[in-house]
């Protein structure tokens, strides 16, 4: 059974940094593209960032270019995403999520499997 499990979420003063994990278990998390989302309030998930299974490829949203960086460690079985900078808008639940479909991509519909989400909070 595929279970993703995100942690590190919380409350953070605007322009401070914040790590976020996923722990996976299965046995897919090596050969699966992972990738992050966000949905705020009242907004549709949307896509953060997302790294390919060698941890070779990487993909970024726009609105997080520059300030975010993913990363995996396929021995841990983990997938990262660091935070700078943070931003009051950047305040969501994030999830991680795998795609074991094709190449990277930043549709939710080729991930699938999900974590529960973490919540991130970005006071000003």
């Known amino acids: 059974q595929v279970q993703l499990v995100e942690s590190g979420g919380g409350l953070v003063q605007a322009g401070e940094s914040r790590r976020l994990s996923c722990a996976a278990s299965?046995?897919?998390?090596?050969?699966?593209?992972m990738g992050w989302f966000r949905q705020a309030p009242g907004k549709e998930r949307e896509f953060v960032a997302a790294?390919?299974?060698?941890?070779?490829?990487?993909y970024y949203a726009d609105s997080v270019k520059g300030r975010f960086t993913i990363s995996r460690d396929n021995g841990k079985n983990t997938a990262y995403l660091q935070m700078n900078s943070l931003k009051p808008e950047d305040t969501a639940v994030y999830y991680c999520?795998?795609?074991?479909?094709?190449?990277?991509?930043?549709?939710?519909?080729?991930?699938?499997?999900w974590g529960q989400g973490t919540q991130v909070t970005v006071s000003s």
């Open positions: 790294i390919s299974w060698t941890g070779g490829m990487l």
């Open positions: 299965g046995g897919i998390f090596s050969t699966s593209n």
């Open positions: 999520a795998a795609s074991r479909i094709g190449g990277l991509s930043s549709s939710r519909d080729r991930y699938a499997y």
